[in-house]
């Protein structure tokens, strides 16, 4: 064989059918932070990586290490139908409604959307949201402190299906907003409201009685919730694995033992367990108990 019939049996990587061999079974695999090093290699990757993010549903921060820049975020994500998860991490100092809207408004299969302490956002990227993607089950709100009332019942009035919240430290959220949201986004399984000095037992017994699937829920730091609603809980939440009081100085044992003989897995350990952990930490070794008296 000559050298130029050697040539051209040679098969190129581009040769390869993009979206049927390239895209669904070797650009999948590869995280998000090489896609992004790839579009650098050449023209033909740059137009190979463009394609593969047009039809991406997965598009998660968390995997580049370095704080990605807006050009590169914008670039990336311009041309994206497809999405149904979409993380903002790596981006919350500087991520903008002007940067996100768009991207909002042209991917409203989205399932899955975390905005985790992204403070330079408003409520008018959380209206958005609830307004195009209507099938969301799963919102991260997390310190984010712009999330208000109006923007809160926006979300419960059009997506209805959501699954899990996390509203830790969305401190102008008060037992209004969030009495609405468990009225009418009745399938929640997961939900956090930890850090908010305003959630009272209203609002925790509004979530148990219209969120009875409910099982995972975290009242950390909620100052004003006390034992009523904690009973509510373990009444009409049967299927609770795990809930969170740390720091709710008013909740007790009296009411956290009846989930404990259900196995919930409670983050403040039972009285006896406590004192042990106390006179340890003052004698400085465990003390001999005898079992068997």
């Not at 023209?43 to 394609?51: A, P, R």
């Not at 968390?62 to 670039?75: H, R, V």
């Not at 409520?123 to 109006?150: F, K, N, P």
């Not at 983050?267 to 108990?289: T, W």
Request: charged letters at 20%.
């Amino acid at each position: 064989m000559d050298e130029e019939a050697r040539l051209r049996s040679i098969c190129h990587l581009f040769d390869l059918p993009w979206e049927d061999v390239l895209i669904p079974h070797i650009l999948c695999y590869l995280p998000l932070q090489h896609l992004v090093s790839l579009q650098r290699v050449s023209k033909q990757f740059h137009s190979l990586i463009q394609v593969y993010l047009t039809n991406c549903r997965t598009f998660d921060l968390s995997q580049i290490e370095l704080c990605i820049p807006k050009e590169a975020f914008c670039s990336l994500l311009k041309n994206c139908r497809a999405l149904q998860s979409l993380s903002l991490h790596n981006c919350t100092d500087w991520v903008t409604d002007k940067d996100l809207l768009p991207i909002i408004g042209q991917n409203q299969h989205l399932q899955r959307v975390d905005m985790s302490g992204c403070a330079w956002l408003t409520r008018h990227s959380l209206v958005a949201v609830s307004l195009s993607c209507t099938q969301l089950q799963h919102l991260g709100l997390a310190h984010c402190e712009w999330v208000d009332s109006l923007s809160l019942r926006s979300l419960a009035d059009h997506c209805g299906g959501l699954l899990s919240i996390d509203l830790t430290a969305c401190r102008q959220l008060k037992d209004d907003a969030i009495c609405y949201l468990a009225r009418k986004c009745v399938k929640l399984r997961s939900l956090s409201l930890a850090v908010n000095a305003n959630v009272t037992d209203e609002s925790v017994e509004e979530v148990a009685k219209n969120c009875r699937g409910l099982e995972q829920l975290d009242l950390t730091g909620c100052l004003r919730v006390r034992n009523p609603s904690i009973r509510t809980i373990a009444e009409y939440c049967t299927k609770l694995q795990s809930l969170k009081v740390n720091h709710c100085h008013n909740v007790t044992e009296t009411s956290l033992d009846r989930l404990r003989q259900r196995n919930v897995v409670i983050d403040v350990e039972p009285p006896s367990q406590r004192a042990l952990v106390l006179l340890q930490d003052v004698l400085g070794f465990g003390p001999f108990i005898n079992l068997q008296i």
